[in-house]
């Protein structure tokens, strides 16, 4: 089971070349982390402010340290000046098994 987390940012108007730069210097790094399983970030084509980034990891505490590390300080924390907004929603994966009915893992 995987940590999921899908986090939306939309950039002030302006700052979307910086904010889409921002992103572009996560991806690599972020990829690299030992608990990351998927990174990616999605721009709108119609809304060029305004991105989704889909994010896997291992567990909770792989996200949190993902949150810590050097690179999202440098390229995360220091723009979210440039954001209007920045939403965050958290999952699991999940496989679709029914407590109960067996075939669980």
Request: charged residues 30%; proline residues 6%; without cysteine.
């Amino acid at each position: 089971m995987a940590y999921v987390v899908v986090a939306r940012w939309t950039a002030k108007p302006g700052e979307e070349e910086a904010v889409a730069s921002a992103l572009a210097q996560l991806i690599e790094p972020s990829r690299a982390e030992p608990g990351n399983l998927l990174y990616e970030v999605n721009r709108d084509p119609e809304r060029p402010g305004s991105f989704l980034l889909y994010e896997q990891y291992a567990d909770a505490e792989a996200y949190a340290a993902h949150g810590a590390s050097p690179h999202f300080q440098e390229h995360g924390i220091a723009n979210f000046d440039r954001l209007a907004a920045r939403e965050r929603e958290f999952y699991e994966s999940w496989e679709g098994e029914v407590e109960g009915e067996g075939g669980g893992r």
